[in-house]
T-cell receptor, first 118, second 114 residues
Framework: DAGVTQSPTHLIKTRGQHVTLRCSPI?????VSWYQQVLGQGPQFIFQ???????GRGNFPDRFSARQFPNYSSELNVNALLLGDSALYLC?????????????????FGPGTRLTVT | AQSVAQPEDQVNVAEGNPLTVKCTYS??????LFWYVQYPNRGLQFLLK??????LVKGSYGFEAEFNKSQTSFHLKKPSALVSDSALYFC????????????FGAGTRLFVKA
C-alpha cells in the first residue's frame, strides 16, 4: 500500500505570495494533520482534520488555512508568505475515530514539502 | 503552557550498550505519549505509544519506553544499541483536552558508535 504522499516536494516562493500544499493519506485513513518543522526543531502542530471537519488548530496565524476533501485528501494554504514560513511542511494521516478524539492513534507521516520563501 | 522537553540534544553510545533517550512533559491530565524516529532522508516513523496500562511499553526495532506518572517522564530505552539506530528521535504528547493536537519535543540525535 502507498504511504502518505505530499506534493510538491520542493517549492520556492516570494514574500507576499500564496502557496498550496497537498496531501493524500493512506488508504482508509480519515484523519489528516499538518505540521511545520523548522530546521533543528520538532514538528509544530498546525491543523487536524477528521471527516472533512477541523478538529484541532495550533498557534498559527489566520494566514494558514486548510481543508479536507471527500476522498480525505487535504490542502494546506498559506497566504501572504513571510520569510519565517520557510520550513518543511509535514502531513500525517491516522486511522483515528471519534471515539478516542483522534488522539490515541499513531500518525503516519509523508516525506514533506520543503518551502523556501525568498 | 503545554510542553515537551528532550533535555539532551545528542546522545552518544557504543554499539551493544544500553541506550536511554529522555523525555519529560508538562501537560494537564494523563496524555497519550508517543515516540517517533526520523532517519536521514526518510520521513518520521512511529516507534511506540503509551495509552494506558503497563508502564513499560514495547515498540518497533527492540525499543521500549517507560512511563512515570509522578515524574511526568516517558524515556525511550533499548537494551543493546545498534549502529543502525543512529537517527533523530522525537517524543510527542497528545493532551486529552482542548481539542486534537500533538506536541513534539525538539528531538534528540542518537549516535551509536561501532
Amino acid at each position: 500500500d502507498a504511504g502518505v504522499t505530499q506534493s510538491p516536494t520542493h517549492l520556492i516562493k516570494t514574500r507576499g505570495q500564496h502557496v498550496t500544499l497537498r496531501c493524500s493519506p493512506i488508504s482508509g485513513h480519515k484523519s489528516v494533520s499538518w505540521y511545520q518543522q523548522v530546521l533543528g526543531q520538532g514538528p509544530q502542530f498546525i491543523f487536524q482534520y477528521y471527516e472533512k471537519e477541523e478538529r484541532g488548530r495550533g498557534n498559527f496565524p489566520d494566514r494558514f488555512s486548510a481543508r479536507q476533501f471527500p476522498n480525505y485528501s487535504s490542502e494546506l494554504n498559506v497566504n501572504a508568505l513571510l520569510l519565517g514560513d520557510s520550513a518543511l511542511y509535514l502531513c500525517a494521516s491516522s486511522s483515528s475515530g471519534l471515539g478516542m478524539g483522534g488522539m490515541g492513534y499513531e500518525q503516519y507521516f509523508g516525506p514533506g514539502t520543503r518551502l523556501t520563501v525568498t | 503552557a503545554q510542553s515537551v522537553a528532550q533535555p539532551e540534544d545528542q546522545v552518544n553510545v557504543a554499539e551493544g550498550n544500553p541506550l536511554t533517550v529522555k523525555c519529560t512533559y508538562s501537560v494537564s491530565g494523563n496524555p497519550y505519549l508517543f515516540w517517533y524516529v526520523q532517519y536521514p532522508n526518510r520521513g518520521l516513523q512511529f516507534l511506540l505509544k503509551y495509552i494506558t496500562g503497563d508502564n513499560l511499553v514495547k515498540g518497533s526495532y527492540g525499543f521500549e519506553a517507560e512511563f512515570n506518572k509522578s515524574q511526568t517522564s516517558f524515556h525511550l530505552k533499548k537494551p543493546s544499541a545498534l549502529v543502525s539506530d543512529s537517527a533523530l528521535y522525537f517524543c510527542a504528547v497528545s493532551p486529552l483536552t482542548g481539542g486534537f493536537k500533538t506536541i513534539f519535543g525538539a528531538g534528540t540525535r542518537l549516535f551509536v558508535k561501532a
